[in-house]
T-cell receptor, first 113, second 113 residues
Framework: AAGVIQSPRHLIKEKRETATLKCYPI?????VYWYQQGPGQDPQFLIS???????DKGSIPDRFSAQQFSDYHSELNMSSLELGDSALYFC????????????FGEGSWLTVV | GQQLNQSPQSMFIQEGEDVSMNCTSS?????WLWYKQDPGEGPVLLIA?????ELTSNGRLTAQFGITRKDSFLNISASIPSDVGIYFC?????????????FGKGTKLSVIP
C-alpha cells in the first residue's frame, strides 16, 4: 500500500539559510500534519491542513510556514534556520472517512550547521 | 495542554518474555494509538483504539483503551529481537476539527537474545 512520501530524506543547511520539505500524503487522504522530533524526544505537532486549509496550529515557529496544494501535497518552509532547528521532521496524513487514523512518513533529517 | 505519562521509560527483557507498557493522561481522549519507531525512521502504527474499553490485538500485540478514556496499555507477548525500538502512545481528539496527536515520551525496549 502507498505510504506517506517525504523528500528530501536528509539535508544539511547552514545557519540563516532556508529549507523546504515536501510531503505527499497517502492517496485520498484529506489531512496533512507536520511534526518535529528532536533527538531523544517525542514528536511535537507543528501544523495541519485539511482540504488545503490550515486546520490546526501547534508549536510552529514564526520562521516556519507551510501550505497544502491542490494536489494535496504539502510543503514546510523554514527560514532563518537556527542550530536548534536540527531535527527529524515528519509529515503524516489521515482521512476523516478513515477515522482520522494518522500514518507517518519516514521523515526528513535536517541538520543545521 | 494535555500531557501523557508513559511508563516505563525503558525496558531490558529477555527474548521470549512478555512486555507491558502504559500511558495515562490528565484528560480524556477519543482515540488512543500505539506506534513503534526505529532509529531515524517514522513512527509505524501498531494499534488504533476508538472506543472506551476496547481491547484489540495485532499478532503478538494487545492494547486496551481504558474505560475512563484517560489511559491505555500495550502488551507484547513472547518478545523477539525485532521488537527492539521505541514505542509511543498517542492520544487523539476530534474537537473543533483538530485531530493532532499528543505523544507520550516513549518506552525504549531492548530485547536480549
Amino acid at each position: 500500500a502507498a505510504g506517506v512520501i517525504q523528500s528530501p530524506r536528509h539535508l544539511i543547511k547552514e545557519k540563516r539559510e532556508t529549507a523546504t520539505l515536501k510531503c505527499y500524503p497517502i492517496p485520498r487522504h484529506d489531512t496533512v500534519y507536520w511534526y518535529q522530533q528532536g533527538p531523544g524526544q517525542d514528536p511535537q505537532f507543528l501544523i495541519s491542513f485539511y482540504e488545503k486549509m490550515q486546520s490546526d496550529k501547534g508549536s510552529i515557529p514564526d520562521r516556519f510556514s507551510a501550505q497544502q496544494f491542490s494536489d494535496y501535497h504539502s510543503e514546510l518552509n523554514m527560514s532563518s534556520l537556527e542550530l536548534g532547528d536540527s531535527a527529524l521532521y515528519f509529515c503524516a496524513s489521515s482521512t476523516r472517512q478513515g477515522g482520522n487514523t494518522i500514518y507517518f512518513g519516514e521523515g526528513s533529517w535536517l541538520t543545521v550547521v | 495542554g494535555q500531557q501523557l505519562n508513559q511508563s516505563p521509560q525503558s525496558m531490558f527483557i529477555q527474548e521470549g518474555e512478555d512486555v507491558s507498557m502504559n500511558c495515562t493522561s490528565s484528560s480524556i481522549f477519543n482515540t488512543w494509538l500505539w506506534y513503534k519507531q526505529d532509529p531515524g525512521e517514522g513512527p509505524v502504527l501498531l494499534i488504533a483504539l476508538y472506543k472506551a474499553g476496547e481491547l484489540t490485538s495485532n499478532g503478538r500485540l494487545t492494547a486496551q483503551f481504558g474505560i475512563t478514556r484517560k489511559d491505555s496499555f500495550l502488551n507484547i507477548s513472547a518478545s523477539i529481537p525485532s521488537d527492539v525500538g521505541i514505542y509511543f502512545c498517542a492520544g487523539q481528539n476530534s474537537g473543533a476539527g483538530s485531530y493532532q496527536l499528543t505523544f507520550g515520551k516513549g518506552t525504549k525496549l531492548s530485547v536480549i537474545p
